[in-house]
């Protein structure tokens, strides 16, 4: 049997992680040249086929007509598409929204209450519903792309029926890397919700624990 030196073996260990490691950015570098040729359209499409499962922390600011910040929160969201999400906002008006795929709760500790409904009421109401979802968002929006600004590559969703579900425009904000880094969600009151997304993790594995919820004692509920 042909015996290895150990500097040997450890110049063909290093060999080989040298090789993965311009791998790995080769392949970045290949997806980065994509995306900087691709539409907005394609890259829509790509986040929802290739995106299974995030986790990330978020910041939210809420604009009023003329641009004034009324309101601020951030927390984690979960998503293990389709259709089952994790939204907790922090602090003490904090609230959780959680989605098993097929009800929604929400649960709102300061008024001691959780609303339920289906899923399909949900979709659209709540960015996490929309970007959980697993349905054709050309169907229901009508899309543009913005191109590029600030770093991100942006696109222009307007529902088709006008309105939907609360919202009369979303735009979408994309990293070199495909992710979803800012959603900007205008209402028929030309508020405007602002999401920012950090320490994102895409298609790792998330415990299932975090898409159940559990009413705690002497919580009403309200079914809608």
């Known amino acids: 049997m042909q015996q290895h030196h150990p500097v040997v073996i450890e110049l063909k260990r290093r060999s080989v992680s040298r090789y993965l490691q311009i791998l790995g950015a080769?392949?970045?570098l290949g997806w980065s040249a994509w995306a900087n040729a691709a539409s907005g359209?394609?890259?829509l499409h790509h986040f929802f086929?290739?995106?299974?499962?995030i986790t990330a922390q978020f910041s939210q600011e809420v604009a009023n007509h003329n641009g004034q910040i009324v309101k601020k929160a951030g927390g984690t969201l979960w998503i293990s598409r389709p259709g089952k999400f994790r939204w907790d906002y922090s602090g003490p008006n904090g609230q959780t929204i959680v989605s098993n795929?097929?009800?929604v709760w929400l649960y709102e500790p300061a008024l001691q209450q959780v609303t339920v409904q289906p899923l399909g009421k949900a979709l659209g109401s709540t960015p996490a519903a929309l970007i959980a979802g697993n349905d054709d968002l050309s169907q229901r929006f009508n899309i543009s792309d913005l191109g590029v600004k600030n770093q991100l590559h942006w696109l222009l969703l307007r529902p088709k029926n006008g309105q939907d579900q609360?919202?009369?425009a979303l735009r979408l904000g994309f990293d070199t890397a495909g992710i979803l880094k800012e959603m900007r969600m205008e209402d028929a009151f030309q508020q405007e919700t602002v999401l920012h997304f950090t320490h994102v993790e895409i298609n790792?594995?998330?415990?299932?624990r975090e898409f159940q919820?559990?009413?705690?004692?002497?919580v009403d509920v309200l079914s809608q």
């Open 26 to 28: 080769a392949c970045l």
């Open 41 to 43: 359209l394609d890259m």
């Open 49 to 53: 086929q290739s995106t299974h499962t």
């Open 101 to 103: 795929g097929l009800k």
């Open 166 to 168: 609360g919202f009369t």
């Open 204 to 208: 790792h594995a998330i415990p299932s």
């Open 213 to 218: 919820f559990t009413t705690p004692a002497g």
